[in-house]
Structure formats: C-alpha cells, structure tokens
C-alpha cells in the first residue's frame, strides 16, 4: 500500500542553518505531495504541495521538489528561525484516493 | 473565513463511557474528513463524507465508531464504549476540491 517515510526525529539547528528533512515515499501512479506544519498546540497547516514531478512547492522560505526519479519531496530551507519550531509532517495523496497518508512527522527545535 | 472548528479542545473520560466530538467545516466545504493521531505519529484517516454521504470508511473504524454529517454542514463523531486505546488526538480536516485540505485544531480525548 502508499507509505511515506521520513527522517527521524528530533533535529535540533542553531538560528540560520540550513535544514533539510528527508521524505520517501511508496505509491502507485503519480500522488500528490505535501508538507505540513503543526506548531505546538495547534492543528496542521499545509505547508507546501507538488502535485506531479519536478514540480517545486515552496512557502515562507521552504521548498521542496518533487522527484520521481528517487520517489522523494525532501524539505529544505536555508537560513531557520527559531519560530520554524515545530513538527513537520510528509503526506501523499494517490489521484484516486480522497485521503492523506502522513508520515510519521519530525520534530523541529531551533535555538537561538 | 474562520477555519475549521472542533468543540471540545480535549475530553477526559472514564473507559466504557460514550464521547462525541463535533467539527464545523469551513462554510463552503463540501468535503469533510475525520483523522486519528496517537502520540508521535502521524494522522491516519478515519472516514469521508461528501457533502452528507460517508463515501469511505477506514478498516481503523470499530463498529464502536459512528460519525455523521446531516445536512452536509457539521459532522459528530461518536466513539461507545471507549477503551484506554482510543486516546488520541481527533483531527477535522475539510476541502473544496480534493486536493488540498484545512485541518482544525483537534480534540484530544484520553480515556482512563
């Protein structure tokens, strides 16, 4: 079945390094890609999505690509604030399917 | 627009009791979901409803588990006879077209 794999967590940066979040994913036919964001006590927003290949999705200074080639949409941004802290969450949805099937998140800290 | 809203934030309950968990979607939403997130995992989805016909259930909805939209507007889910495993955070998430989705802020319900 669809699956999404991503890095393990937690990741803890220092004020302006660079983050990347690994994400793989196992689908048939060609899903749509997302990253979402949940901050603590919150509920998820959609961070950016890519709905076919070598399409980039970015937001806030985010950006991810998707790749077919290595079925990855890894997460990357070049300079984090500390209020980048949060959970972050890969998701895929197959063109048929009405559903989102999450990964299961990495933890962001970044310190000032 | 004012989000999609979940009432109550978090529901404490004895095991055996019954709980039900509202969500009101975006207004203009025709499409509602119900998702499950237990701790350090990603959401995994529980059941769709377009407009007011529940067109998918997941195999994780016990038939302790009932959810419902009349009128195509806001949506119950109801769990009977809850058991320590059913703590979790219940997500709301809703869309107009099936590609992206807004999620609410959840209920996090703990069964003792």
């Known amino acids: 079945g669809d699956s999404v794999t991503q890095m393990e967590g937690p990741v803890t940066l220092s004020e302006e390094a660079f983050l990347t979040i690994n994400c793989t994913y196992t689908?048939?036919?060609?899903?749509?890609l997302f990253w979402y964001v949940q901050y603590p006590g919150e509920g998820l927003q959609l961070l950016l999505k890519?709905?076919?290949?070598?399409d980039k999705g970015s937001n806030k200074g985010f950006e991810a690509t998707y790749r077919k080639e290595t079925t990855s949409f890894h997460l990357e941004k070049g300079s984090v604030q500390v209020s980048d802290s949060a959970v972050y969450f890969c998701?895929?949805?197959?063109?048929?399917?009405?559903?989102?099937?999450f990964g299961s998140g990495t933890q962001l800290t970044v310190l000032p | 627009d004012t989000g999609v809203s979940q009432d109550p934030r978090h529901k404490i309950t004895k095991r055996g009791q019954n709980v039900t968990f509202r969500c009101d979607p975006i207004?203009?939403?025709?499409?509602l979901y119900w998702y499950r997130q237990t701790l350090g995992q990603g959401p995994e989805f529980l059941t769709y409803?377009?407009?007011?016909?529940?067109?998918?259930k997941s195999r994780l909805l016990s038939d302790r588990f009932s959810a419902e939209r009349p009128k195509g507007s806001f949506s119950t889910l109801e769990i009977q006879r809850t058991e320590q495993g059913d703590s979790a955070m219940y997500l709301c998430?809703?869309?107009?077209?099936?590609?992206?989705?807004?999620f609410g802020p959840g209920t996090r319900l703990t069964v003792l």
């Open positions: 998430a809703s869309s107009f077209t099936t590609n992206e989705q807004f």
């Open positions: 689908a048939t036919g060609y899903p749509s």
């Open positions: 890519a709905t076919k290949a070598d």
């Open positions: 998701a895929l949805k197959p063109g048929s399917a009405r559903q989102l099937t």
């Open positions: 207004s203009e939403h025709n499409r």
């Open positions: 409803f377009q407009n007011e016909a529940q067109l998918e």
